[in-house]
């Protein structure tokens, strides 16, 4: 089945900075991968999210890469601010199968 | 509010109870999924619904956990004869979407989960 690894497990920048968060996974017949965002007390939330057939993807300040040569995608954050400070998870999928696979999440501190 | 809604929010069992967790998908979402989160670790898969039928229940612990989603819309997780072990957050998420379908929303919106204390 799919295994699905993230890196660093905690992160600490200053507020401002970029943060980088990488995940590698092992099944080519993955083609979605979400990132999402949880915070204390809920449920995982969408924040960005890529297709096998697209490298690369923005919206505002979040960019998600993808290499499906190398199977690693990776989530960048510039100008954090202390409101990006939460969990995060990396995820694969194969569409045709349904279920999600997830990393064990970074903890993300903007520090003001 | 429309998102994915889930009751309890926290549960206490006594070890070798029985535990109903209830979510609500939004209206119109075909798939509905069930994951177990424990503390410090990434969601994991428990189980799948394509409308009233369960399409996947590969990552079901053990036979003491029963999934089921009659009408299609509401979804029942039984846990029965709880175990410390069962302790955790469960997840339901819902999607518009059928999987395989080219083009279609494979978004999978969360509910708060239920949090399952098992004494």
Same mark, same amino acid.
């Given at each position: 089945?799919?295994? !699905?690894?993230?890196?660093?497990?905690?992160?600490?920048?200053?507020?401002?900075?970029?943060?980088?968060?990488?995940?590698?996974?092992?099944?080519? &017949?993955?083609?979605?991968? +979400?990132?999402?965002?949880?915070?204390?007390?809920?449920? +995982?939330?969408?924040?960005?999210?890529?297709?096998?057939? !697209?490298?690369?993807?923005?919206?505002?300040?979040?960019?998600?890469?993808?290499?499906?040569?190398?199977?690693?995608?990776?989530?960048?954050?510039?100008?954090?601010? +202390?409101?990006?400070?939460? !969990?995060?998870?990396?995820? &694969?999928?194969?569409?045709?199968?349904?279920?999600?696979?997830?990393?064990?999440?970074?903890?993300?501190?903007?520090?003001? | =509010?429309?998102?994915?809604?889930?009751?309890?929010?926290?549960?206490?069992?006594?070890?070798?109870?029985?535990?109903?967790?209830?979510?609500?998908?939004?209206? =119109?979402?075909?798939?509905?999924?069930?994951?177990?989160?424990?503390?410090?670790?990434?969601?994991?898969?428990?189980?799948?619904?394509?409308? *009233?039928?369960?399409?996947?229940?590969?990552?079901?612990?053990?036979?003491?956990?029963?999934?089921?989603?009659? *009408?299609?819309?509401?979804?029942?997780?039984?846990?029965?004869?709880?175990?410390? *072990?069962?302790?955790?957050?469960?997840?339901?998420?819902?999607?518009?979407?059928?999987?395989?379908?080219?083009?279609?929303?494979? *978004?999978?919106?969360?509910?708060? =989960?239920?949090?399952?204390?098992?004494?």
């Amino acid at each position: 089945g799919e295994n !699905v690894e993230q890196h660093p497990s905690t992160l600490s920048v200053q507020e401002g900075d970029s943060a980088v968060i990488k995940c590698t996974y092992s099944d080519s &017949a993955s083609n979605y991968f +979400p990132w999402y965002k949880q915070e204390l007390g809920k449920g +995982p939330q969408l924040i960005i999210d890529i297709r096998s057939n !697209v490298g690369e993807k923005k919206d505002q300040r979040i960019a998600v890469t993808l290499n499906k040569t190398a199977k690693h995608f990776s989530l960048h954050i510039t100008e954090t601010q +202390p409101e990006d400070s939460a !969990v995060y998870f990396c995820a &694969a999928r194969n569409t045709n199968a349904g279920k999600s696979t997830f990393g064990d999440g970074t903890t993300l501190t903007v520090k003001p | =509010g429309a998102g994915v809604s889930q009751s309890p929010r926290y549960k206490v069992a006594k070890r070798g109870q029985d535990v109903a967790l209830r979510c609500d998908p939004i209206s =119109g979402h075909v798939s509905l999924f069930w994951y177990q989160q424990a503390l410090g670790q990434g969601p994991e898969f428990l189980t799948y619904f394509q409308n *009233e039928a369960q399409l996947d229940k590969s990552g079901l612990p053990s036979d003491r956990f029963f999934a089921e989603r009659p *009408e299609g819309s509401v979804s029942t997780l039984k846990i029965q004869r709880t175990q410390q *072990e069962d302790s955790a957050v469960y997840l339901c998420a819902s999607s518009l979407a059928l999987s395989g379908l080219a083009g279609g929303r494979n *978004e999978q919106f969360f509910g708060p =989960g239920t949090r399952l204390t098992v004494l």
